[in-house]
């Protein structure tokens, strides 16, 4: 089993979580949705592609900033108000992405990769996301516990399904955005529910896939 594995660097990110209002909250890691976003940008896709992503990684600190917040006052009254609102932003922020899909999929990322001309972001558009390196690992399904492999430690922080989870690992529940549709004007998202489990967790049964480099892989559709 193949994946395309990148490591992106950010310096500052916002994943701005749903209906945070009056302080613009962000998720640890980017969500599904965000990161589906960006891959669909770098293909120039038109329509969703089936695709699977499992995410993981780090920041240094969080940091708060102040923006201006716009809203009508009412639907008679469509005059603008402008009020202060902080917003949390990640500090020195490090993931790795692994993606599975189909091989002219993969090819169409790489490409995309390759041939850019403009700039890529992972969040807000203003969060630039450099792509330090890419390429294609081998994965590998480990057993561990029975007498087979060793339990292993979370490297880094990630994102687990909880369908998923290992037993006795716990973490932050979250119902994160992966696609939506289309009803009666409006987009219906699609959700998923998942944990986001710390570094320094062990694993000591079940089933797990690592890539070549010993990293971690839990896809959000498999």
Known sequence: MKALKLNIYQQNATYKKPFAFKVAETYPLPPYSTVKGLLHKIMNAKEFIPLAISIQGSFENICFNLQSMYSYKSRKDLSVTSVPSYVHMLYNVNLIIHVCAQSNIIDSIIKGIKGSEEYFSLGRKEDLAVIEDFKQVDLEEIIIGRGKADPYEIKLPIYIPKKQLPPG??????RLNWKYTI??????WERIDTVYVESGNVIDSGTILLDEEGDLVFFNER
């Open 183 to 188: 009803q009666n004007e409006l987009r219906v």
């Open 169 to 174: 690992l716990s973490g932050i529940n979250y």
